[in-house]
């Protein structure tokens, strides 16, 4: 079982960055692949970025490809989100997910362990 932290959210302008990041409790963080989700109010919760157990992989959702990157320290036991150029539209409360996987997932369904997540609030 794993338990995740994030931290790193708050209120930026448009254009600025950000880093999140999630900090995983236990000894096998390797053995996880990682993500991260968002909710906007009023919406369906949405992938973000994925990255699998070693680090090799990672994929990202159409609205963030090019601005998003997500990392992963083993030695920390925590991944990152580097978020730049933020717009308005990326305001929501964003989620760390973890799946006991290789390889990495993007839909919400596949991750069984959830973090309490962040607000990140984009003001134009």
């Known amino acids: 079982q794993v338990q995740l932290v994030e931290s790193g959210g708050g209120l930026v302008q448009t254009g600025d960055s950000l880093r999140l990041s999630c900090a995983a409790s236990g000894r096998t963080f390797g053995s996880y692949s990682m993500g991260w989700f968002r909710r906007a109010p009023g919406k369906e919760r949405e992938f973000v970025a994925g990255?699998?157990?070693?680090?090799?992989?990672?994929a990202y959702g159409n609205s963030v490809k090019g601005r998003f990157t997500i990392s992963r320290d083993g030695a920390k036991s925590t991944v990152y989100l580097q978020m730049n150029s933020l717009k308005p539209e990326d305001t929501a409360v964003y989620y760390c997910?973890?799946?006991?996987?290789?390889?990495?997932?993007?839909?919400?369904?596949?991750?069984?362990?959830w973090g309490q997540g962040t607000q990140v609030t984009v003001s134009s």
């Open positions: 997910a973890a799946v006991l996987s290789f390889s990495l997932r993007t839909r919400e369904n596949e991750y069984n362990y």
């Open positions: 990255i699998n157990r070693s680090g090799g992989s990672t």
